[in-house]
Antibody
Framework: EVQLVESGGGLVQPGGSLRLSCAAS????????MNWVRQAPGKGLEWVSY????????YYADSVKGRFTISRDNANNSLYLQMNSLRDEDTAVYYC?????????WGQGTLVTVSS | DIQMTQSPSSLSASVGDRVTITCRAS??????LAWFQQKPGKAPKSLIY???SLQSGVPSKFSGSGSGTDFTLTISSLQPEDFATYYC?????????FGGGTKVEIK
C-alpha cells in the first residue's frame, strides 16, 4: 500500500525556519518525481515545489523561491522541504504528493503556523 | 503561468442529481488535466487524470471529458459521500496550477 507521511510542522515565528519531512513507503520511491503542495486555512490548493527522481531538476513557486529548498534521500525513501524566512502567508497545511498522472497519492498533510 | 478557471465556485444539489463542474485553461494543456476531491480536514484524492481516465478504485459515477482548454467533471448520480470540494489541476507545465475549487453542498 502506498503511504506518504508528512511530519515537522508546527508553530514558528515570522522569520523562522522549519524542515518538513515526507516518509514514503509501499512503492519504489527513487523512481517517482515528487511535489509539495500547500493549502492555507479555508483556501484552495497551491503547488509549492517539484523535484525529479535524481534531484537534477527542481522547480519552485515564485512565492517561495529563494526561501524554500526541496530535497530527497532516495536511500531512505524521504522527501524534505526546508523552509526559511517564514512569513505569515506561509501558514498552511503542507502535503507531499507523488507526481504520477498529476498527483495520484497524497500524504495527510502537516500544519505549519507562522505567527508571533 | 497557465490560469485555471473553475465554475461554479459552489453548487447545491440533491441526492441522485447529475452534477457538472467545468474547468477552463488559459492555454492548451494537451489533456494534462486532473480532478481531485477533497473532504474537510482530509487530503485531496485523485479522481481523474489525463482529462478522462479514472483513477484505480474510483467509482464509475465520476467521469471526465474535454480537450484543449475546456474540461468537465460529471458525477452521474450524487450520493451523500460525494458532498465535498472538487479541484481541477493542469500538469502540462510548471508551475502546476489549480482551479479555485467547487464546493458541492446538499440542497
Amino acid at each position: 500500500e502506498v503511504q506518504l507521511v508528512e511530519s515537522g510542522g508546527g508553530l514558528v515565528q515570522p522569520g523562522g525556519s522549519l524542515r518538513l519531512s515526507c516518509a514514503a513507503s509501499g512503492f519504489t520511491f527513487s523512481t517517482y518525481r515528487m511535489n509539495w503542495v500547500r493549502q492555507a486555512p479555508g483556501k484552495g490548493l497551491e503547488w509549492v515545489s517539484y523535484i525529479s527522481t535524481g534531484s537534477t531538476t527542481i522547480y519552485y513557486a515564485d512565492s517561495v523561491k529563494g526561501r524554500f529548498t526541496i530535497s530527497r534521500d532516495n536511500a531512505n525513501n524521504s522527501l524534505y522541504l526546508q523552509m526559511n524566512s517564514l512569513r505569515d502567508e506561509d501558514t498552511a497545511v503542507y502535503y507531499c504528493a507523488r507526481d504520477y498522472s498529476g498527483g495520484d497519492y497524497w500524504g495527510q498533510g502537516t500544519l505549519v503556523t507562522v505567527s508571533s | 503561468d497557465i490560469q485555471m478557471t473553475q465554475s461554479p465556485s459552489s453548487l447545491s444539489a440533491s441526492v441522485g442529481d447529475r452534477v457538472t463542474i467545468t474547468c477552463r485553461a488559459s492555454q492548451d494543456i494537451n489533456n494534462y488535466l486532473a480532478w481531485f476531491q477533497q473532504k474537510p480536514g482530509k487530503a485531496p484524492k485523485s479522481l481523474i487524470y489525463a482529462a478522462s481516465s479514472l483513477q484505480s478504485g474510483v467509482p464509475s459515477k465520476f467521469s471526465g471529458s474535454g480537450s484543449g482548454t475546456d474540461f468537465t467533471l460529471t458525477i452521474s448520480s450524487l450520493q451523500p459521500e460525494d458532498f465535498a470540494t472538487y479541484y481541477c489541476q493542469q500538469y502540462n507545465s510548471y508551475p502546476r496550477t489549480f482551479g479555485g475549487g467547487t464546493k458541492v453542498e446538499i440542497k
